[in-house]
């Protein structure tokens, strides 16, 4: 048990389980067939432009898509990846046969032509805040601030009912953004607190329910303006109640002034909602590094083993020699992912060494462009290039490893070179882009040329060969 910390024991936990039930399913839309075509399909027909596309529940080919299938080696080093062309069998969402482009398939399916493109595994955000954004709005560079955190705290009270009436409209247009850049799945950070209450999320939620067959997500209930310091346990617990699958949290010595109780609050709250944890922590140093610690016992005692997400986690960067790796350790043996939009310019972030420890690390666009951040340009190919050019990723298979940052950690091969993606049963979430292996596609970003979200075209084009 951590110093000053009591009554918040395991048996605690247990008796306020099932209190309120789990988060509920998230909302989704039904799309409706039209029987009557749009005058642009019309008159593609006419001018003989084939405007077939895969759509929800279809059955289709993908024919002629490269596949890695191994690395090749000189002198036991990686120089090169191995590729061989496939064509797939793509039934409900999931990719049904994988076949040799000589074996025959039903030619009466619809089939579409990748042309040679290398499929990927699609890729995820897992760092964005889709619901405040000056995207899709007139140009605004980041907001000045004198006195830290409390000046953008204050900044939002005013803000943030200003955007409110474009939040639905601008969350859209930054799901098609991630989109158009290959990204099939977010974890949406959405603001809670006293001045919009729930009415970002509500937003967010129709924004997302729009595009359901696009796009999956997670929702993380985020208190901006502090879960203590702005008195929002009550809205967040609201919140949970309503499709969210995350609890949020901030900088809970800096911003809530209590790290104990803020941390406390918060993972009750996610107890008590069988729900995961994802909380921005920017404090470096110290207080930084407490944090982890203490959110690690109680994950631990709470057991969240898997669930939890710290974001950004800055301080790690001050660790030294030894104390990083024994933090690795700890945040590795209880399943804690940390989440990171690979800063530069300041303290370099030890990515390389948490997954060397098996940390899980996710990477995140965060801000696309906003009062905090002009920078982000909703590709998280981008950034794990950017990983790539500052931890040295240049060669083949360091650069070819590298691609897991950008899809949640699935790679077409193995480390050894054993080709463990796609396989017959997995989710058609895949990219195809004009590249002839992974690494090619982290060190030169390749145009997305489709993107395809459980089967369904959600961004790019497919050419219909039938
Ligand atoms: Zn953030």
Not at 31 to 48: D, S, V, Y
Not at 294 to 307: S, V, Y
Not at 437 to 455: F, Q
């Amino acid at each position: 048990m951590v110093k000053g910390y009591e009554g918040f024991s395991r048996r605690k936990f247990l008796s306020n389980a099932g209190k309120i039930g789990g988060a509920s399913a998230v909302l989704g839309v039904t799309g409706t067939m039209g029987l009557f075509l749009p005058e642009e399909t019309i008159a593609n027909a006419e001018a003989g432009v084939n405007t077939k596309k895969p759509g929800k529940n279809s059955h289709y080919m993908l024919l002629n898509v490269r596949l890695e299938s191994g690395y090749k080696y000189e002198n036991g080093l990686v120089v090169s990846t191995e590729t061989v062309l496939r064509n797939l069998q793509i039934t409900n969402g999931k990719i049904t046969r994988i076949l040799d482009t000589k074996a025959t398939y039903n030619k009466n399916l619809d089939c579409y032509d990748a042309k040679g493109m290398l499929l990927l595994p699609s890729f995820r955000d897992m760092h964005i805040h889709l619901d405040k954004t000056y995207y899709g709005g007139p140009w605004r560079a980041a907001h000045m601030r004198k006195n830290g955190i409390f000046d953008m705290i204050a900044l939002e009270e005013k803000l943030l009912p200003e955007l409110l009436p474009t939040a639905q409209e601008r969350a859209e247009k930054l799901i098609e953004l991630i989109l158009s850049y290959g990204s099939t799945y977010a974890r949406s950070h959405c603001n809670i607190d006293q001045v919009v209450g729930l009415k970002n999320l509500e937003n967010l939620k129709k924004a997302l329910a729009n595009y359901s067959d696009k796009i999956s997500h997670e929702i993380v209930a985020f208190p901006q303006h502090g879960l203590l310091r702005s008195n929002v346990e009550g809205l967040i617990r609201e919140a949970m109640q309503l499709g969210v699958t995350h609890v949020g949290g901030l900088d809970p010595t800096l911003v809530d002034g209590n790290m104990e109780k803020s941390l406390n609050t918060m993972v009750q709250i996610a107890f008590d909602y069988k729900a995961g944890i994802d909380i921005h922590l920017h404090e470096g140093g110290e207080t930084g590094i407490k944090a982890i610690k203490l959110l690690a016992d109680l994950t631990e005692q709470a057991g969240l083993q898997g669930k939890v997400t710290v974001s950004h986690a800055f301080s790690l960067a001050s660790l030294s020699a030894g104390a990083d790796e024994e933090m690795a350790n700890r945040l590795a043996s209880l399943g804690i992912s940390i989440a990171s939009s690979v800063p530069i310019g300041k303290g370099v972030m030890p990515i390389p060494l948490l997954q060397q420890k098996g940390v899980k690390v996710l990477l995140g666009n965060d801000s696309i462009t906003d009062h905090w951040d002009p920078f982000g340009i909703g590709d998280t190919l981008q950034k794990a290039h950017l990983a790539a050019q500052l931890y040295g990723w240049k060669h083949e298979y360091t650069l070819s490893r590298a691609l897991s940052l950008a899809t949640g950690g699935i790679t077409p091969l193995d480390e050894s070179g054993k080709q463990i993606w796609p396989k017959v049963g997995d989710a058609a979430d895949v990219v195809l882009v004009p590249a002839s292996c992974s690494a090619e596609t982290v060190a030169r970003l390749p145009k997305r040329a489709a993107v395809l979200h459980k089967g369904v075209l959600a961004s790019g084009s497919l050419e219909a060969v039938n």
